[in-house]
């Protein structure tokens, strides 16, 4: 019979073989599928990928919500890139706004937030209940409450649709501007 410590040597010699050949066989591993992102430009200093930012305002409640497949910050152009943004605006007064398009840029100093390729502002999260604009390009500006466009816009909800060329829209009050080539259809029930 062994003792205890020829059995545990016995036990080593068997198992450490085992181990080692189990560890080393890189064809029973399956390989990794995560997708890894790609940063656009070389002077990127981080990025962040399925991306959720919250802020908050001087009262502590939720202001605006950021959500993104993927933002990249470039410090030498004090900007952060996103793809595929999604910005709901909250109000206490009125219900969320929800902006989403296929990129976007935000200045570092938050002054300023610009979206590209198919833009889609919601005036509601209901989608029965919202009026849907949609657009090529918008600009955000956080600090003064407004967003604003110079491209051909479409605006359209149960009652009708509403053509225009450029826009703005105090996001405190709600008020929508259309600024020209204005041009709707109304829906009577």
Do not use: C, W
């Amino acid at each position: 019979m062994l003792t205890g410590r020829a059995r545990l040597i016995a036990a080593a010699a068997i198992l450490i073989p085992a181990v080692i050949y189990l560890g080393m066989d890189n064809e029973r591993r399956p390989e990794s599928s995560v997708e890894q992102p790609s940063p656009a430009h070389q002077q990127s200093d981080y990025y962040i990928v399925e991306a959720r930012i919250r802020d908050f305002n001087d009262l502590g409640l939720l202001k605006q919500q950021l959500s993104a497949r993927q933002l990249e910050h470039q410090p030498a152009m004090q900007q952060t890139l996103v793809i595929e943004p999604k910005l709901v605006l909250h109000n206490n007064d009125q219900p969320d706004k929800i902006i989403s398009s296929q990129t976007g840029v935000i200045r570092d100093n938050n002054e300023q937030i610009t979206l590209a390729g198919n833009v889609i502002l919601q005036d509601n999260p209901e989608p029965r209940q919202a009026y849907k604009l949609q657009t090529e390009s918008l600009l955000f500006l956080p600090k003064q409450n407004l967003i604003q466009s110079e491209s051909r816009v479409t605006l359209s909800g149960k009652s009708g649709t509403t053509t225009a060329t450029g826009l703005k829209i105090n996001t405190d009050s709600g008020i929508l501007t259309l600024l020209s080539d204005v041009k709707g259809v109304h829906n009577v029930k």
